[in-house]
Structure formats: C-alpha cells, structure tokens
C-alpha cells in the first residue's frame, strides 16, 4: 500500500499534464484559459524531474554524498567555497536567466501559442536541463574545471580551441542582440530614456556606498537603490509630461530625427543610441568592478527575481485568456498564415519548422548555461546529490519564466502583437494604415485601438516596438493593471517598470559579458602575446576591451541600419550561435557519461543532441541557400548588391553637378553595406555549422575509441 | 506560540540565506574561517574590493 500511493500520485500527475496538453492542442475557439499551459507545464516538469532528472544522477553519475566534492575537498576561501545549496541555487539561476528566456519565447509566438508551449516545456525536460545537469556532474567530477577544459580533456586540444572560438562569438552576437532591444525599446521614448539612463548614477552611487562608504553592507545599499528606482520611473513621468517642443523632451526622443555625429555625419536616433550603448559597454568593462558592474548586478538581481516572482503572481491571480491561435502557419483562414508558411513572417524570417527552435533558444536549451554549469557553480557545490536541484532545477526555473513570457505575449490581441512586432518596412508608421495591413492578415485590429494602447501606455506610439522587450512589457503592464485594478489605471507605470526591469538586466549581462569576453579573448592570445592578457597593466585592459566592444558593436551598428530592422538579422544569427554552443556541450557531456561507463545512457544527451544538431544545421542552411532575401543572408546580399549595381548604374548616367547624386551615392554605399554585413553573417553562419558537424565527428571518435580502448 | 517560533524561525533563516547570497555577509564569514590562522586578516575596505572583483569575473547569460 505505501508504494501504491506515490505510483497512483505521480499517474495523476502525468494524466492531468497529458490532458491539458490535449486540450491546448486540439482547442480551436476564440481563445483559451493560461491556466492550461500552466498546468501542462507544471505536471511535465514535475515528472521530468522525479524521473528523468533521477536517471543522470543516479544511474549515470551515482552521485554520492560520501564522495567529496571539488568545494570541500579545495576549499580555499576563495574559489572553492561549499555553499548552502538555496544560495548556490540563487547564484546559479541569477547566472543563467537573462533577457532570451524573455525575448525568444515573444518572437516565436508569430508562430501561434502552440510550437513554442510545447518546445520549452518538453525542450527543457529532455535537452536544457539534461545539458546542464550532466554538465555540472562532468565537472563536479573534475574539480569544477571550465567547458573548454572539460572540452580538451574529454575530446582534445581542437575541440578545446573551438569552444572558445563559439564562447567568443556567441558572447559577441549575444551582446549584439541584447543591446538591439534596449535600443528598440528605448527609442522615441523618453520616459524609458530617463529612467533607464537614471539607473546608471544610482548604480555608481550604490558602489560607492557600499566600497566607500559603509564597506560591504550590499542589502543596505540595494535596498537604496530599489527606492531610487522608483525615483527615477518618476523622473521618466515627469519628463514625459513635458510640452512636445521643450529642449529635454526633444534631446531624449531618440528615433525618427537625424542627429549628427563627429566622424559619421547625419544617423539616425536608433544609430546615436546604439553608440551610447557602445560607449557604456566599453566604460564597464574598464572602470573599476566595484563601481558600476558589481552594483548593477546586484541592482539587476534583486529587480528580476522580484519582477518575475510579481509576474508569475499577476498570471496565477489573472489567468489571462490566451488570445493568439494555437498554430498561425497552419491557419487557412488567415492571410498571414501563407506568408509565415513561406518564411515570410512579419516578426522573423523562416517556417515554423525549424526556426521557433532557433527563435525560443535559452526557454527550452541555452548552450551558454554550460558555462555556468561548468567552472562557477561547481566550485561552490557542498554535497554531490545537490546538483540534481541546482543543475536540472534551475533549469527548469527558466523554461518557467519562458512560459510566463509566453503567456503575456499570447495573452495580447493577436492585431497588437503583429503591429508592435512588424518592422516599420512592413507595416508603415501610420496607425491607420499599419491596422488595415494586419487586419487584411486576418487579425482585426483598429488604428485608434493602437493610438489608445500608446496613451494608455504613456508612449507615441506602438507601432513596429520590435525586440521583444516593449511586447512583453505591455503584456505585463495589463496584466498587473489588473491586478491592481482596485488602485485606478497603472498601466502607463507598469510599462514603464517592466521596460526599466529589462534593460537593467539586459545592460548587466551587456557589461558583464563584455568582460567577460575580454577574460576569454586574453586566454586566446595568451601564448602568443602574454603582455596583452596581461590585466594588470592598463593599456592591454584598454586594448582588449576595445578588441570585444568592436566585435559586438559591428554587429550591433550593422541591425541598426539593416533595412529590414537589427532583430529581424541578428536574433536567429543569435539562435544559431546559441544553439551551436549547446551541441558542443551535449557532444562533450556524451563523452562524458561514455567514459563514465554508461555507454548504455548515452542516448540521453545524444537524443538532443541529434534533434539540436538537425535543427541548427536546417535553419543554417536555409540561412545560407533560401531564395527569399528576407531568409538567407545570400540571397539579401545578392539583392542589396544588384541594388547598389542600379543605383551606380544610375550615378554614372547623371551629370557630375546633379542635385540627385548626393543621395544616390549614400543609397549605392549603404546598399553594398548591408551587402557585406549579410556576407558576413553568411561566413560566421556556416563556420558555426561546421563546427556542429566537427564536434559531433570529434565526440563520436572519442566514444568509439574509448569503447574499443575499454573491450580491449 | 509554537507557529510563531517557527514563523520567525523561518524568517531569521530567509535572511541569513539572503545576506548569504548577496554577500553581505562575506567578511564576517572570512573573518571566522581565517581567524587564529596566523596571518593578517585584510581590513573590510579591501576585503570589499578583491570580492567585487571577483564577482565581476562570473558571467551572466542570456
């Protein structure tokens, strides 16, 4: 009887999963309670964990309690420090979440509720977390070392070599796309200017305080800069409210005007801010850690873990009807269904198949946790059965807030999503007209329905808010107001606030990973140049950082003057990346558990490995060989280049004091720009699928070696 | 009486996690580990700045 119970408990649990799975997929009315995806992905995840989880630690790497781990048996006070496990978790999970849990999930729901609901809640339970977690376990087993350790220990030096060549490009498209939605959600708003550039002074205050003032008191100081937060979403509101033609409000309208730049002339808005994000990206990674990256993190940690636990409260108190259709690409009765099912869609380029896996990237696996999995967490690890909760769990934890993100995305009129999330190119900046093109999708919409949702929100408009962030803040924004609703109207300050909850975590992994990258690129020139990873001299600090900010600074400048807008370029380049990185951890984790002598588990990091390895390797080649422009980065420089071709052709018929000429001849070199950006991205995109293909080869090699070493 | 020892009980536990975690704490914690070893212990102040320093080594995700 006692065994019964746990057996009849956990068979309820897996039927009610599979029957709110059902009801989502076979659903087809107006719309659908958020509680049926909640439910499906809480039941999944509960029996993910008792039972998938419970074979990597116990059959595979038997983890045991009696066998110390890399914390106890190196403590050194410093690097090696055991840990209570909650805190651990809270390091970890602080670690891993950052914007893509947010963003991906918002892109990918152009493709209706349904692709994404079931990728990053059965994604995480067979791949994300099974990554992460054998990961940890591989190095909890060789003293908490680093990926690329892991990876030249396990496979050998190339494979060592090309884990940091994918670290250093995946932080550098990263970073990139990261600060392309700060930009977007920034531009032609002054209230989220304001506050979010307020959020740096109280940042450096902060450091101050807590290495100056009262040394090492960080609650005391987080708590004033949670309090000067509000200060400043005020200071946002104010400026908002200032007459349309006052200096300030014109200075801080970032967008549509012509600003003009020492060396670089006439930009535009979005231009002039990605250069100040690329300023602050290098003034970070410069400036001593105690006065701005350290009091940022702690001010990004404390706002995210507070927001997302007031979020996942608002959805569980509101419970939003999901307004979205379950598959948009399939949907015969909308319009825009024939245009996504081309890999025309108005959000990102690409079919459902495969490109929402590349699009949801870090909901269901992010190749990136690898690095936190490895070299950080472990080495703070007391007990090896708590890796389980840290590794598999904290997973989990993410895939949630992917969720609750693509609840607040679904939970919009489907109209209101595609006018925030068209690029300008597509839908025009007209309110008006900008509705009748997404109603003749199939989604009806009104032009002073989105005039309304701007006033509601405080901003000039909604149109073309692409990225992601703005999306999910206005998600949020209603779904709070309602909570709240016994107060009077917030929405203009919940937006507000969500905008603000983004960009200071997106900025905090802006600067951390631009030192970061910095400390990776100085291991890479090390034996060739050990003065120049040297950092404790100052000129090569400068130089490297320079050396990074360039890198994710061409990449971001390149989306900001990309016709078709940054995040249409840069986010499934980034998937691509991400995902890259991800199949060089599963291919190092098969290795892994083969020399552990498991060989007969290995098919549960292979299983992922294979379906991640055939995605990646699909959406890359489409990238590369698709005849439409708006997919393949071939085909678009092909385009710009017979634009450009045009327009020369033209020049040349003209006569030398034509009034046209100026601006043909800035048209022609901004065409052979974009031309040579998309070559680019087109080289770096098939470097990455060679690189899948190789890992994959090498880890092969190194299993059937070590069987064959083994029979013998 | 027994419910609101455990409440404050739980309470004194979420806050010592948490000063744990963001390191408020820290140099209490080095303090107590380094004593009696023989050696300087570092002042607060430059304590303070070698664990900033080292936080600023751990990455952050995507």
């Not at chain 1, 054998?134 to 190339?158: K, N, Q, T």
């Not at chain 1, 960080?218 to 200060?231: H, K, T």
Request: a positive charge.
């Amino acid at each position: 009887m006692p065994r019964l119970l746990p057996i009849l408990g956990w068979s309820a649990v897996a039927a009610l999963g599979a029957a709110a799975f059902a009801v989502l997929a076979l659903h087809r009315g107006e719309s659908i309670s958020a509680a049926w995806i909640l439910v499906a992905a809480l039941c999944t995840w509960a029996v993910g964990y008792r039972f998938y989880s419970r074979i990597i630690a116990q059959r595979i790497f038997a983890l045991d309690d009696a066998r110390a781990s890399p914390a106890v048996r190196l403590s050194d006070g410093h690097d090696y420090v055991p840990t209570n496990p909650w805190v651990v978790f809270g390091h970890h999970f602080a670690a891993i979440a950052g914007a893509g849990p947010l963003v991906g999930p918002i892109l990918a729901a152009q493709f209706g509720y349904l692709p994404g609901t079931i990728w990053i809640i059965v994604g995480v339970v067979l791949a994300g977390a099974v990554q992460d977690l054998v990961i940890l376990c591989g190095s909890l087993r060789l003293d908490g070392r680093s990926l690329g350790e892991l990876a030249r220990e396990h496979l050998g030096p190339f494979a060592g070599w090309t884990t940091l060549f994918a670290i250093t490009a995946i932080l550098a498209i990263l970073i990139a796309v990261l600060a392309m939605v700060v930009v977007n959600a920034m531009s032609e708003s002054p209230w989220s200017t304001v506050t979010v550039g307020l959020t740096l002074p109280i940042a450096m205050l902060m450091g101050v305080w807590m290495r100056l003032i009262r040394p090492g008191r960080v609650l005391e100081a987080s708590a004033i800069g949670v309090a000067l937060l509000f200060g400043a979403l005020w200071a946002g509101w104010a400026v908002h409210h200032l007459p349309h033609d006052s200096a300030w409000r014109q200075a801080l309208t970032f967008g549509r005007e012509l600003r003009h730049l020492p060396l670089l002339g006439e930009v535009t808005g979005r231009e002039v801010m990605a250069w100040i994000l690329i300023a602050y990206g290098f003034c970070a990674a410069v400036l001593p850690v105690w006065l701005l990256l350290a009091p940022r993190d702690y001010l990004s940690a404390f706002v995210k873990i507070g927001t997302v636990f007031l979020l996942a409260l608002g959805i569980f108190i509101v419970l939003p009807d999901i307004r979205m259709p379950a598959v948009v690409s399939h949907d015969p009765a909308r319009a825009i269904a024939g245009a996504i099912g081309a890999g025309d869609g108005p959000v990102l380029p690409g079919t459902l198949m495969p490109f929402a896996f590349i699009t949801i990237a870090c909901g269901a696996i992010s190749g990136f946790h690898a690095l936190i999995a490895s070299g950080t967490t472990p080495k703070l690890i007391a007990r090896e059965s708590q890796a389980r909760a840290i590794g598999y769990g904290g997973m989990l934890t993410e895939s949630f807030v992917a969720i609750l993100a693509l609840i607040a995305a679904c939970a919009l009129t489907p109209g209101v999503y595609f006018a925030m999330n068209a690029p300008a190119g597509t839908i025009g900046r007209e309110a008006d007209a900008a509705a009748g093109i997404i109603t003749a999708w199939g989604f009806a919409v009104g032009g002073e329905e989105l005039r309304q949702l701007a006033r509601d929100i405080g901003e000039e408009s909604v149109l073309s808010r692409t990225g992601g962030a703005p999306t999910l803040a206005v998600g949020m924004a209603l779904i709070f107001d309602r909570a709240t609703s016994f107060i009077g109207d917030l929405k203009a300050f919940w937006y507000h606030f969500a905008i603000m909850f983004e960009a200071l975590f997106i900025l905090t992994t802006v600067d951390a990973g631009t030192r970061v990258g910095r400390f990776v690129l100085q291991d890479i020139i090390r034996p060739a140049w050990p003065a120049l990873a040297d950092g404790t001299r100052t000129w090569a600090v400068m130089a490297t950082s320079l050396a990074v900010v360039s890198m994710w600074g061409w990449f971001l400048i390149s989306g900001v003057r990309d016709p078709l807008g940054g995040i249409y370029v840069l986010w499934p380049l980034f998937g691509i990346s991400n995902q890259l990185l991800a199949a060089v951890a599963l291919s190092v984790g098969t290795v892994i558990i083969v020399r552990q002598g498991k060989a007969r588990w290995a098919w549960i990091t292979i299983l992922p490995l294979l379906w991640l390895g055939g995605v990646t390797e699909a959406a890359g080649w489409q990238k590369l060989t698709h005849e439409s422009p708006k997919v393949s980065f071939v085909a678009q420089a092909r385009a710009k280049d017979a634009e450009a071709a045009g327009l020369e052709a033209r020049i040349a018929e003209l006569a030398t004091d034509d009034q046209q000429l100026p601006a043909l001849r800035k048209k022609a070199a901004a065409a052979r720009q974009v031309a040579f950006n998309n070559r680019v991205d087109a080289w770096l995109c098939a470097i990455f699928m060679l690189v899948i293909v190789v890992v994959a080869l090498d880890a092969a090699r190194a299993c059937l070696r070590h069987l064959r070493q083994a029979r013998a | 009486m027994r419910p609101w020892r455990s409440f404050a009980a739980g309470l004194r536990l979420a806050w010592a996690l948490l000063r744990d975690w963001s390191g408020d704490d820290a140099y209490e914690r080095y303090c107590r580990a380094h004593a009696g070893h023989g050696h300087d212990l570092l002042s607060r102040r430059a304590f303070y700045r070698r664990y900033f320093e080292e936080r600023g080594k751990r990455p952050r995700c995507c």
